[in-house]
């Protein structure tokens, strides 16, 4: 909760460009749009970026410019060598005019999509939100469309409609890797605490309802101004019945909670409570500290809810940390064999021989068929980013990521209890740069999960046998979960770059298995 600032909240009118979900049905309803209509707004808001500091609408800038020239070299493709307009405008209601959302253009499409979403500006959100519509118009069950959708629904605030949308891409899957399920669980209890918050202040405030029908911005201002002139027992009932009418008219969340955090600052320097700076003024109007203690840790718990979701065992199934010098005590004197989600695994029939190593380690999003594969997993190494395979059970989890603050944010959201009986603690989080401080100045690419493992058991080096199975470097394509094969093969990670390494210090190489120990 933050201290009390002199901000009024909005007012929402009808002609708003990012109308309140309760006010409005666009929002949590796909609106039918044609792709010529949704390029040629992605052509419109490519000419409004200019170079500038702000690196997400550069990477928008850029996504826009791959989608468009991806589109004119199909329209080029199509039509033979004569010049045509990049977009050109399809004859009305002639048979086949509209045109097709094929799968060559669908990526790009939805790359920026999710550009425009990271930019997080009301622009680029109603862009997002048009791609989404585009998307949805032609495939209905696209789960990337409705897991863009939703996403950018909760930016906008708009979290009924965001639920929504979450609900359709958790029935298109079933892997949900994202974790949208607890997601969408908090969303929906942090609805409950808030509603309970604002019931209890409407409870307390009988007065409030002669305002909660007003302008929120009159009411909001003539509140601060009795406030300022000490008489919070008329500002009081101005503030709630602003709070009201917010929440009645659907405003977006982020909105409503903002003005939260400020009523209950206000309350708690009238009351005088400890730290507020504040010292008491006659009747506090909250009844008692205690209440408005009540009323704090509800504010606390709807936005702790919707940050990261229910948590049903707060100790993870009694999993326990594991330190860098722990796990090198677990691992020495053991055969380990590393195995990539390759296609080349995925069609062989090395099953046997892998469940033969002591330690097996996967990765990520890791697919299991047991001739092929083997189907046992002792060690899974993956980044924080998503949650394939972490309800998986394993001896050891090792999740890799490079800001600690999202790391142990992704951990507190996707970690599943009795799912592990080790988990890597920071030591472990980002091998090759916090370990082997090999920074951004030799290695400029972002490790990939299989080389942070790999070079940890490398420099570790307590292995008589460290044996790689079908690392081609994608060469053979992903053999992967069937929800992550929709995923792209990352260009952050520089493969080259990686297998250079490895062959150095290769001792044997064949068809399926690169021997470094």
């Not at 590393?338 to 996967?362: C, F, H, K, P, W």
């Not at 999740?399 to 507190?412: E, H, I, M, Q």
């Not at 493969?495 to 399926?512: F, G, I, L, P």
Request: charged residues 25%.
């Amino acid at each position: 909760m933050t201290k009390a600032r002199t901000r009024w909240p909005r007012q929402r009118d009808a002609e708003d460009s990012l109308p309140p979900e309760g006010g409005t049905s666009h929002l949590a309803t796909v609106q039918p749009t044609e792709l010529e209509t949704c390029l040629r707004a992605c052509a419109a808001h490519s000419g409004k970026l200019v170079a500038g500091l702000d690196r997400r609408r550069t990477a928008l800038a850029e996504a826009l410019r791959n989608l468009l020239a991806t589109h004119a070299g199909m329209e080029q493709t199509s039509s033979g060598a004569s010049p045509i307009p990049l977009l050109r405008r399809t004859a009305k209601g002639g048979a086949g005019s509209a045109l097709v959302l094929g799968d060559k253009l669908l990526d790009p499409l939805l790359a920026v999509g999710n550009k425009a979403l990271d930019c997080g500006y009301e622009d680029e959100l109603k862009l997002a939100i048009l791609i989404t519509d585009t998307v949805l118009t032609q495939r209905k069950r696209s789960r990337a469309g409705w897991r863009l959708r939703a996403r950018t629904l909760e930016a906008m605030g708009a979290e009924t409609a965001a639920v929504e949308a979450y609900e359709h891409y958790l029935d298109l899957t079933d892997e949900d890797g994202f974790g949208v399920a607890a997601k969408t669980a908090g969303l929906r209890v942090g609805a409950e605490r808030q509603g309970e918050l604002l019931w209890k202040l409407e409870r307390d405030c009988p007065e409030a309802a002669a305002f909660a029908g007003r302008s929120v911005t009159d009411s909001w201002a003539e509140g601060l101004e009795l406030h300022a002139r000490g008489d919070w027992n008329q500002a009081r009932p101005r503030l709630i019945g602003a709070l009201l009418t917010q929440d009645r008219a659907g405003a977006p969340v982020p909105e409503i909670q903002e003005a939260l955090s400020q009523y209950l600052g206000l309350a708690l320097e009238v009351s005088g409570a400890a730290g507020s700076g504040g010292s008491p003024r006659g009747n506090a109007g909250t009844g008692d500290l205690a209440l408005l203690t009540d009323l704090i840790a509800l504010y606390a718990e709807q936005r702790r809810s919707r940050m990261r979701g229910p948590i049903g065992d707060p100790t993870f199934g009694g999993v326990e940390w594991t330190t860098l010098g722990e796990f090198r005590n677990r691992i020495a004197g053991k055969t380990i064999c590393l195995i990539a989600n390759s296609q080349r695994v995925g069609t062989g029939s090395m099953g046997a021989e892998i469940d033969a190593y002591d330690l097996v380690v996967r990765f990520n999003s890791y697919k299991i068929d047991p001739s092929a594969t083997g189907k046992r997993t002792d060690i899974h190494a993956t980044i924080h980013k998503h949650g394939f395979n972490w309800d998986q059970k394993v001896h050891t989890r090792l999740v890799f990521g490079g800001t600690s603050g999202d790391w142990k944010y992704s951990l507190r959201n996707r970690l599943v209890p009795g799912a592990q009986q080790y988990l890597g603690d920071e030591s472990l989080r980002w091998p090759l740069r916090d370990i082997g401080k090999v920074g951004a100045d030799v290695w400029p690419a972002i490790p990939t999960s299989g080389f942070n493992m790999l070079w940890l058991l490398d420099y570790l080096d307590v292995s008589p046998q460290l044996d790689l199975i079908g690392f081609d470097f994608y060469e053979s394509g992903a053999y992967r979960l069937p929800a992550a094969m929709k995923m792209p093969i990352t260009s952050v990670h520089e493969y080259t770059s990686e297998k250079a390494w490895v062959m150095e210090r290769a001792q044997s190489v064949t068809d399926m298995r690169i021997r470094l120990r």
